[in-house]
Structures are given as structure tokens and as C-alpha cells.
């Protein structure tokens, strides 16, 4: 289907451009949100007629975003959720939930404002992309950890997946004997005969 565009769309083109997309993308998103027209010729006559406001709206809200952008870039929210030892969240970590933690510090942004491009299942740190006018957009960071100390050393610039992982691998080498590099296989070490003799004089 030929549409002309209201407003810029991301990859598809800006306002006034006559672009063709597919008929489901137009009637079920498109046309009802009101961002295009049926690219007919009495819709072009209308959108020729009514350019100068659209464009002229189209840069107040742009300005109005832009304002609000400087407010919320940057902005760091923490989701404190239950996770398995290896990270793995138990769910994920939803739009939803963006949104109204970002409510909580004072934003208000909608559902359709957050760009999520894959679905949040691990502890760390993560950028959210939040679109607040389709030629406006701003990063969050996304705090995920399993307690608020988690979430503080994450927000140090501190892996705590990896440190932990490092710390299991610590305690695990602690448990294992030291071996002899130049001990053939089934061979007792020097250091474990002395050990056996010495046990021996003392009994």
C-alpha cells in the first residue's frame, strides 16, 4: 500500500514522503495511530493543504521532547528481581516495568515510548532505548541485581556475575590438591612421602 507520512517513521522515511509499506503494517498500525494517509489524490490535495501546520506541530513536539529527553537521558533505575546462581533472572524484566520505575523517579514516558530490542533475563547493566518523539530518543541505564549492595557495585562499574563466578572458582581451587607438574600419573610425590613419614615418627 502507497501512504504519505505524517510524522517520521524510523526506516521508513519523514513527513510528506509517499513510501510504500505492507497493507497489515498500514491498517493495523499506520492509519489508526494517525502517523500516515492513504497516498490517494484527494489525501495528497489535504496533506499539501495542511503541510505547514503539520510540519510546524511536528517541531513543537519535537522541542517539547527534546526538553524532556535532557531530563531523562542518563537516568538510572534499578529492578531489584530473583535470580538462579548463574543470573538467569526467574521471568524477565518487562516494558511495564521500565516505564513505572521511571515513573517512580518523576519521568513519564509510555509503553510505546521504550524500546526494548531484546527481553531482559540476566542480572548487569543494560541501555534502554526510550523514543520520546520519532525523531528524539535517549538512553536509560536498566539496573538489574538481586539486592540493592548488588545493584550499588553494579552501579560502580563492578561485573558482579563475574566477580562471583571468580569467587566460586577461588573457593573451588582452595579445596583441590596442589599438583606436581613433573609427577608421572599414579607417582607419590616427594612432598607427599615426607608428609607420610613424618605422620609415621609421630605415631
Not at 499506520?30 to 511536528?58: D, G, S, Y
Not at 511495564?96 to 548487569?124: F, M, N, W, Y
Request: negative net charge; proline residues 2%; aromatic residues 4%.
Amino acid at each position: 500500500m502507497n501512504i504519505i507520512l505524517l510524522e517520521r517513521i524510523e526506516k521508513l522515511g519523514t513527513i510528506g514522503d509517499v513510501v510504500t509499506v505492507k497493507d497489515g503494517y498500514a491498517r493495523n498500525f499506520l492509519l489508526p495511530q494517525k502517523k500516515a494517509l492513504r497516498a490517494n489524490e484527494a489525501n495528497k490535495k489535504v496533506f499539501e493543504a495542511n503541510r505547514e501546520r503539520l510540519e510546524k506541530e511536528n517541531a513543537e513536539k519535537r522541542s517539547n521532547a527534546e526538553t524532556a529527553g535532557e531530563k531523562v537521558a542518563g537516568t538510572e533505575i534499578v529492578l531489584i528481581r530473583a535470580s538462579s546462581n548463574s543470573g538467569q533472572l526467574y521471568g524477565s524484566v518487562s516494558v511495564r516495568d521500565i516505564v513505572e520505575a521511571l515513573a517512580e523517579k518523576g519521568h513519564e514516558v509510555t509503553k510505546s515510548q521504550v524500546i526494548l530490542d531484546h527481553p531482559i533475563k540476566t542480572i548487569g547493566m543494560f541501555d534502554v532505548r526510550v523514543a520520546l518523539h520519532p525523531e528524539v530518543s535517549v538512553t536509560v541505564k536498566a539496573n538489574v541485581a538481586r539486592s540493592d549492595d548488588e545493584a550499588e557495585l553494579q552501579s560502580q562499574g563492578i561485573d558482579v556475575m563475574a566477580q562471583m563466578f571468580a569467587d566460586e572458582r577461588a573457593e573451588a581451587e582452595g579445596f583441590t590438591e596442589a599438583v606436581d607438574p613433573n609427577a608421572e600419573p599414579g607417582e607419590i610425590t616427594a612432598e607427599m612421602l615426607e608428609d607420610q613419614n613424618e605422620d609415621e615418627a609421630s605415631a
